[in-house]
């Protein structure tokens, strides 16, 4: 229940009440974050609701001190029960529930196993089903009731579906065509979409087509009727009419018992559920009976992961039922996690009195015990590592004599961040998260050991992160939102041989992937779609989404805010250096750097703000357009007599500034205050308001349009002459004295008081009118400018319990197969919740001759039978050992390695592409090489060629031949100084 209500809170739910006469037990702490040892025997409301009511200040909630009547529920919109067992008591309130249009959401975390009922009544409508954006395609031709979209946009849109078709440009009309809505009439290949009652009879070029998502209606049946029929969901892993049948017996066990529980780990109890459900079942279903006697054993269990798991499951469904937004459950879900359970668990209960009974009871005391004493590193400290934390306190990982946790994350905390990380509050903005996190997690449980570090991971801090870090870890966790960040991570892991889990959220999908060393395959074996880049002609020239006018804003924010202080400050510090500089650059950017510098030196008054501000809308949206469009006329054609502006390149228009129109007054007036702060100058709003009712004066315009005029030698000589004239004017100031340094302006997306987001806002929508862009709202300005990986607390909380039900497996002895781990993919919106066996690493012949045509594969010599490493294969997991006493020399090292694997070095380079070595190289070839290289110490040598310190143990990219053949890719070389 507590997890639940958190995620709710968290969401900004309107209003929440809640009703629990239980007291808390020690079984509860296993997921009462808000509870310790101090608080068994506690009412278990009133122990928590005052840390609840801190996590969100616009959501009241109302405590009920008795059983809330029927009439008291249809006050809300959604009752959700949580672990309630006694089915026959409650399925009466249900009725009345749903007669009243009050929807249920039913959850229990029962140990391993978890179960959710979802009913949202008879008649209800989801206006998000995928919970996908709507695409939106760029046309480049229309005949007839046929569009063409470009071939880059895969929209998978089907017929059926709506969209709405707009901006075409047509022969013989004057603009662009309104938008229309269609229904796609046929489909063919993934381009070309025939639009029902469209007709095109002269496209000319440009349109998007963009897909409008329709109401789906669902319909739900009675929780009776439910429970009875035959179909339900669950994880593919399983089978989840067992667990069905299973909770069936549970039910009707504690219904017969006023609600109340079968102790845990009785068998006598867990054996009655086992032969009622052996009743019920059907003749031959032993795995029902099974499920039964488990979920017997572990029924009063809160083992953490499953409860994370079934509270963000839960808590999803509640928002689904209030807003309408995303599919529903249909409508009972299980989960089944026996198979985590260990072969020899005999089952025994947990010692009294132990905060870990829960755990104790389904993994063990032993496993619990190396669970505790585990090193764990976890690499990420926002949404999803503050979860991770927050489970590993309550499953007390690390908080063995011998464990710890240690945590690492450079960023700060913003105030974006308290809606979906959980451990922050208000008075922690501006904190590092990773400490803020630390300290929250000692406070859940105060054996925790969490050492916080602020550091990034990579290349740039392998000095904090060395290698005896790396093997102190038992293994490693990643909570990050980059995939850079996540194949520098598993790099480190497979190096070093450890266990890595990582887990990613984008809204309401997810995902989980288990590493273990020699067993499975790393990360890095399957990679994902690289991030697009915005090539610089899309972004200066030929923008055609909101997504590159965005950027444009954001680029030139940057150029006018962040730079211009870096100008002056770079000439305060040494002007021989910046004249150098100057020096190589074209006429037009040095025109353009004197001009930013000679502001900053002379200061500016409020008048020169407002000015820069409507010079700066004029080159921006005018000028800049102009000069595109002489280059490249509306009328151009190409090679083949086709326009110039089609498809993709969308035909620009100047746009002339206009009072009276609120986006140009709000860029006017933001850019003003902006260039006044950076100058250190008074803001006047009303003054600023005032003058952007003003036209551009005539000189400033003609000033500005100058330059498209003119052809490129003009422009060239206009640039330099105006240099000469800038420099003379910049050096005249800095003799005086010059005015104060502008002080740079970092663009902050979080503060709603600064004015960045609404000055991105207008520049990134006037760049979108002048190409006849869809505009965006400033949200969604924000989430794009800001990279913004949308975070979701329902996804965040269920992943990181199925992260931590693959960690709790890592623990137990015997180790199990790699059949037992899972990966997982889930879509909450669908709904969809999909998990494999973990994969397998590839294996690769040690003997293969190297590739050197793609048509022809090489082929195998006869010579290679007869060598010891013939038929064996290599994982990414496996190196090449060459272990020395001392630094050995290059020498000694190709010798030992020519007697240990029989195979000859032909090159060597480090991890990062530095070639060592390579036979083929003039140098290592040469006779001082020969004499003097080959018998340098190779860590000595290592460090030489990469000016770094040496290193004692080394990683090397070796190629080698075998036989007189030249192979193909090998496992590292791994150098050791023992």
């Known amino acids: 229940?507590?997890?639940?209500?958190?995620?709710?809170?968290?969401?900004?739910?309107?209003?929440?009440?809640?009703?629990?006469?239980?007291?808390?037990?020690?079984?509860?702490?296993?997921?009462?974050?808000?509870?310790?040892?101090?608080?068994?025997?506690?009412?278990?409301?009133?122990?928590?609701?005052?840390?609840?009511?801190?996590?969100?200040?616009?959501?009241?909630?109302?405590?009920?001190?008795?059983?809330?009547?029927?009439?008291?529920?249809?006050?809300?919109?959604?009752?959700?029960?949580?672990?309630?067992?006694?089915?026959?008591?409650?399925?009466?309130?249900?009725?009345?529930?749903?007669?009243?249009?009050?929807?249920?959401?039913?959850?229990?975390?029962?140990?391993?196993?978890?179960?959710?009922?979802?009913?949202?009544?008879?008649?209800?409508?989801?206006?998000?089903?995928?919970?996908?954006?709507?695409?939106?395609?760029?046309?480049?031709?229309?005949?007839?009731?046929?569009?063409?979209?470009?071939?880059?946009?895969?929209?998978?849109?089907?017929?059926?579906?709506?969209?709405?078709?707009?901006?075409?440009?047509?022969?013989?009309?004057?603009?662009?065509?309104?938008?229309?809505?269609?229904?796609?009439?046929?489909?063919?290949?993934?381009?070309?979409?025939?639009?029902?009652?469209?007709?095109?009879?002269?496209?000319?070029?440009?349109?998007?087509?963009?897909?409008?998502?329709?109401?789906?209606?669902?319909?739900?049946?009675?929780?009776?009727?439910?429970?009875?029929?035959?179909?339900?969901?669950?994880?593919?892993?399983?089978?989840?009419?067992?667990?069905?049948?299973?909770?069936?017996?549970?039910?009707?066990?504690?219904?017969?018992?006023?609600?109340?529980?079968?102790?845990?780990?009785?068998?006598?109890?867990?054996?009655?559920?086992?032969?009622?459900c052996m009743a019920a079942a059907a003749e031959g279903d032993g795995g029902a009976a099974d499920a039964a006697f488990t979920l017997g054993l572990l029924a009063a269990a809160s083992f953490n992961p499953v409860v994370c798991f079934m509270g963000g499951l839960a808590a999803q469904e509640v928002l689904k039922a209030c807003t309408g937004k995303y599919r529903p459950t249909d409508q009972f879900f299980y989960y089944d996690g026996r198979h985590m359970i260990p072969k020899d668990h005999d089952f025994a209960p947990p010692p009294a009195g132990s905060r870990y009974a829960?755990?104790?009871?389904?993994?063990?005391?032993?496993?619990?015990?190396?669970?505790?004493?585990?090193?764990?590193?976890?690499?990420?400290?926002?949404?999803?590592?503050?979860?991770?934390?927050?489970?590993?306190?309550?499953?007390?990982?690390?908080?063995?004599?011998?464990g710890f946790v240690t945590v690492t994350d450079p960023?700060?905390?913003e105030r974006s961040n308290l809606s979906r990380q959980f451990l922050f509050r208000n008075e922690h903005i501006g904190g590092f998260k990773s400490k803020v996190a630390a300290d929250a997690a000692k406070k859940i449980n105060a054996k925790a050991k969490v050492v916080a570090k602020t550091l990034r991971v990579g290349g740039d801090t392998e000095a904090q992160f060395d290698a005896r870090f790396w093997e102190k870890q038992d293994?490693?966790?990643?909570?990050?939102?980059?995939?850079?960040?996540?194949?520098?991570?598993?790099?480190?892991?497979v190096r070093h041989a450890r266990k890595m889990i990582d887990s990613g959220t984008l809204g309401p999908q997810a995902h989980s992937q288990v590493v273990l060393p020699k067993l499975s395959e790393n990360y890095g074996a399957k990679r994902d779609p690289a991030e697009k880049h915005i090539p610089q002609c899309t972004l200066h020239f030929f923008p055609n989404t909101i997504e590159h006018t965005i950027a444009f804003a954001r680029d030139w924010f940057g150029g006018a805010f962040e730079a211009g202080?870096?100008?002056?400050?770079?000439?305060?510090?040494?002007?021989?250096?910046?004249?150098?500089?100057?020096?190589?650059?074209?006429?037009?950017?040095?025109?353009?750097?004197?001009?930013?510098?000679?502001?900053?030196?002379?200061g500016a008054g409020f008048d020169e703000?407002?000015?820069?501000?409507?010079?700066?809308?004029?080159?921006?949206?005018?000028?800049?357009?102009?000069?595109?469009?002489?280059?490249?006329?509306?009328?151009?054609?190409?090679?083949?007599?086709?326009?110039?502006?089609?498809?993709?390149?969308?035909?620009?228009?100047?746009?002339?500034?206009?009072?009276?129109?609120?986006?140009?007054?709000?860029f006017v007036a933001t850019a003003s205050r902006l260039q006044a702060e950076l100058h250190?100058?008074?803001?006047?709003?009303?003054?600023?308001?005032?003058?952007?009712?003003?036209?551009?004066?005539?000189?400033?315009?003609?000033?500005?349009?100058?330059?498209?005029?003119?052809?490129?030698?003009?422009?060239?000589?206009?640039?330099?002459?105006?240099?000469?004239?800038?420099?003379?004017?910049?050096?005249?100031?800095?003799?005086?004295?010059?005015?104060?340094a502008p002080a740079a302006i970092e663009f902050e997306k979080d503060d709603a008081t600064n004015g960045h987001v609404p000055l991105l806002t207008a520049a990134a929508n006037l760049r979108?009118?002048?190409?006849?862009?869809?505009?965006?709202?400033?949200?969604?300005?924000?989430?794009?400018?800001?990279?913004?990986?949308?975070?979701?607390?329902?996804?965040?909380?269920?992943?990181?319990?199925?992260?931590?039900?693959?960690?709790?497996?890592?623990?137990?002895?015997?180790?199990?197969?790699?059949?037992?781990?899972?990966?997982?993919?889930?879509?909450?919106?669908?709904?969809?919740?999909?998990?494999?066996?973990?994969?397998?690493p590839t294996p690769h012949p040690y003997l293969s001759v190297e590739a050197t045509t793609e048509a022809a594969p090489p082929c195998e010599p006869d010579a290679f039978k007869a060598h010891p490493l013939y038929g064996r294969t290599w994982t990414v997991w496996d190196r090449l050992d060459v272990p020395a006493k001392g630094d050995a020399s290059l020498r000694q090292l190709f010798k030992a390695f020519k007697e240990k694997f029989h195979f000859e070095i032909s090159q060597l380079a480090t991890l990062q592409g530095t070639v060592l070595y390579s036979e083929f190289h003039p140098l290592h070839r040469s006779e001082i090489f020969e004499t003097v290289g080959m018998d340098t110490g190779v860590a000595k040598y290592v460090a030489l060629v990469t000016d770094q310190p040496p290193q004692k143990t080394l990683d090397l990219v070796v190629k080698a031949k075998a036989c007189g053949v030249y192979l193909g890719k090998l496992p590292l070389l791994r150098y050791r100084i023992v």
């Open 680 to 740: 250190h100058v008074p803001w006047d709003p009303a003054a600023a308001a005032a003058a952007a009712q003003e036209p551009l004066p005539a000189a400033d315009v003609a000033d500005l349009d100058a330059a498209v005029s003119l052809t490129d030698d003009e422009n060239e000589e206009a640039d330099a002459a105006a240099c000469k004239a800038l420099w003379a004017e910049v050096a005249g100031l800095a003799g005086a004295g010059g005015g104060g």
């Open 565 to 602: 202080a870096g100008v002056a400050r770079a000439f305060r510090d040494d002007p021989a250096a910046f004249e150098r500089r100057l020096g190589t650059l074209a006429p037009k950017d040095r025109r353009a750097e004197l001009q930013t510098l000679r502001d900053g030196l002379r």
């Open 358 to 402: 829960s755990m104790i009871a389904v993994l063990g005391e032993a496993a619990t015990k190396r669970l505790q004493n585990e090193k764990l590193f976890m690499v990420g400290c926002g949404a999803l590592g503050c979860e991770l934390l927050k489970n590993f306190a309550l499953m007390g990982l690390g908080t063995g004599p011998k």
């Open 411 to 413: 960023d700060k905390i």
């Open 768 to 840: 979108a009118m002048c190409y006849n862009i869809p505009t965006a709202d400033a949200n969604e300005v924000k989430r794009i400018s800001g990279r913004i990986i949308p975070a979701m607390i329902t996804t965040t909380a269920l992943i990181t319990g199925l992260v931590c039900v693959e960690l709790a497996k890592t623990a137990l002895a015997p180790p199990l197969p790699l059949t037992a781990y899972r990966n997982a993919w889930i879509n909450l919106a669908a709904p969809m919740i999909l998990s494999s066996e973990a994969e397998p």
């Open 609 to 666: 703000c407002v000015r820069w501000a409507r010079r700066a809308f004029h080159s921006l949206f005018c000028t800049s357009i102009k000069a595109v469009l002489k280059a490249h006329p509306l009328d151009k054609k190409d090679d083949q007599g086709h326009l110039f502006w089609r498809g993709k390149f969308k035909p620009p228009h100047p746009i002339s500034y206009d009072p009276a129109d609120p986006t140009h007054r709000a």
């Open 475 to 493: 293994g490693v966790v990643t909570a990050l939102d980059n995939v850079n960040a996540r194949l520098y991570v598993d790099g480190m892991c």
């Open 1 to 276: 229940g507590l997890e639940v209500a958190k995620n709710v809170v968290l969401t900004g739910m309107g209003r929440v009440g809640l009703y629990d006469p239980g007291v808390v037990t020690h079984c509860d702490l296993g997921a009462m974050f808000f509870a310790g040892v101090q608080d068994v025997g506690k009412p278990r409301v009133s122990v928590v609701i005052d840390q609840l009511r801190t996590l969100n200040a616009g959501c009241p909630i109302e405590v009920h001190g008795a059983p809330p009547s029927a009439a008291e529920m249809q006050q809300y919109s959604v009752v959700v029960w949580c672990d309630q067992a006694d089915l026959p008591s409650h399925a009466a309130l249900h009725a009345a529930l749903r007669e009243a249009g009050v929807k249920l959401v039913w959850a229990e975390a029962r140990g391993c196993m978890g179960m959710l009922y979802a009913d949202v009544g008879p008649q209800h409508t989801v206006v998000d089903s995928t919970g996908l954006p709507e695409a939106r395609c760029t046309v480049v031709d229309a005949a007839g009731a046929w569009v063409t979209v470009d071939d880059e946009d895969v929209a998978e849109l089907a017929v059926g579906d709506v969209v709405v078709l707009s901006g075409m440009e047509l022969h013989g009309r004057a603009g662009v065509e309104a938008p229309a809505e269609y229904k796609i009439a046929a489909v063919k290949g993934l381009h070309d979409y025939e639009l029902a009652g469209l007709r095109v009879d002269a496209y000319v070029r440009g349109g998007y087509l963009t897909q409008v998502k329709q109401p789906e209606a669902v319909a739900h049946v009675g929780l009776r009727d439910a429970y009875e029929r035959a179909g339900v969901s669950g994880d593919l892993m399983s089978d989840p009419q067992e667990a069905h049948l299973a909770f069936k017996s549970l039910h009707e066990w504690a219904g017969a018992r006023g609600g109340r529980l079968p102790p845990l780990c009785d068998p006598a109890a867990a054996g009655e559920m086992k032969a009622a």
